[in-house]
Nanobody, 116 residues
Framework: EVQLVESGGVLVQPGGSLRLSCAAS????????MSWVRQAPGKGLEWVSA????????YSADSVKGRFTISRDNAKNTLYLQMNSLKPEDTAMYYC???WGPGGSRGQGTQVTVSS
């Protein structure tokens, strides 16, 4: 059974930084691309970033390019999202997703709120 458990979401001030983590189990993590998606209140799902199984290919949405960095530690079965220069419009529930793109299995999410 695929299990994805996100953590690290908190209330942070504009301009601040956060690192989200996603602990994966139930599949061979090192062989699978992974993604982060987010959903802001009243809005649809947005594909934020993705990373290939070995880390050699990365996708970042224009809205986060230059501010968010996706990474992974295959030895720890963990996916990360380093978020810098946070803006109020980054406020959303963040989910990690198995696969390249927004359509795969995802966890329960972690809430990020950017507000002063």
């Amino acid at each position: 059974e695929v299990q994805l458990v996100e953590s690290g979401g908190v209330l942070v001030q504009p301009g601040g930084s956060l690192r989200l983590s996603c602990a994966a189990s139930g599949f061979t993590f090192s062989l699978v691309s992974m993604s982060w998606v987010r959903q802001a209140p009243g809005k649809g799902l947005e594909w934020v970033s993705a990373i290939s199984s070995g880390g050699g290919s990365i996708y970042s949405a224009d809205s986060v390019k230059g501010r968010f960095t996706i990474s992974r530690d295959n030895a720890k079965n963990t996916l990360y999202l380093q978020m810098n220069s946070l803006k109020p419009e980054d406020t959303a529930m963040y989910y990690c997703v198995k696969g390249w793109g927004p359509g795969g299995s995802r966890g329960q999410g972690t809430q990020v709120t950017v507000s002063s």
